[in-house]
T-cell receptor, first 111, second 113 residues
């Protein structure tokens, strides 16, 4: 079974630019999560989709972040415009029950 | 506030040494507890979990963890570490009223030959 796939694995952008991260969950997993780890800090929850609906987006830092999940399949996380403090590793995860499977993450560097 | 604390941020051990990584949480009510591991260049993987029952849980690769409710702790242990255990270890909690994992800051373990 394919795991959770994230693209790109690395992204370096300038402050003010836009970046879109993509996550392909495990097929059939209704739950999709985004997490972020800023260097030296803990992995923080950003938001949770159940199928195509946002169940909880309380962890989203601000309105520069926009997540979508088209048709309940893959998800995108757009940062526009990016700021320096947005640098970190963005993890996507999916689950059908309690067992959560993580992707390898996208390392975002804003310069 | 709900939180997960991992006491050791960086640990260096020689092969065959015993390992114990501390994890404490501050949540009211029932919790589900997890340890995840991230090997260099790989994704986060589940080491073990505790939902209920025997508070001593065994996971993959010889790891175990003990849930002590009175101490709000879920420490990870391994009697004899190997070089291949070099990785970052994360304690995480889901409260019964939630669904998202709440992580500690992680412990970076380096095992030297």
């Amino acid at each position: 079974e394919a795991g959770v796939t994230q693209f790109p694995s690395h992204s370096v952008i300038e402050k003010g630019q836009t970046v879109t991260l993509r996550c392909d969950p495990i097929s059939g997993h209704d739950n999709l999560y985004w997490y972020r780890r800023v260097m030296g800090k803990e992995i923080k929850f950003l938001l949770h989709f159940v199928k195509e609906s946002k169940q909880d987006e309380s962890g989203m830092p601000n309105n520069r972040f926009l997540a979508e999940r088209t048709g309940g399949t893959y998800s995108t996380l757009k940062v526009q415009p990016a700021e320096l403090e947005d640098s970190g590793v963005y993890f996507c995860a999916s689950s059908q029950s309690w067992e959560t499977t993580f992707g390898s993450g996208t390392r975002l560097t804003v310069v | 506030a709900q939180s997960v604390s991992q006491h050791n941020h960086h640990v260096i051990l020689s092969e065959a040494a015993s390992l114990e990584l501390g994890c404490n949480y501050s949540y009211g009510g029932t919790v589900n507890l997890f340890w995840y591991v991230q090997y260099p260049g790989q994704h986060l993987q589940l080491l073990l979990k505790y939902f209920s029952g025997d508070p001593l849980v065994k996971g993959i690769k010889g790891f175990e963890a003990e849930f002590i409710k009175s101490k709000f702790s879920f420490n990870l242990r391994k009697p004899s570490v190997q070089w291949s255990d070099t990785a970052e270890y994360f304690c995480a909690v889901i409260s019964n009223s939630g669904y998202a994992l709440n992580f500690g800051k992680g412990t970076s373990l380096l095992v030297t030959p």
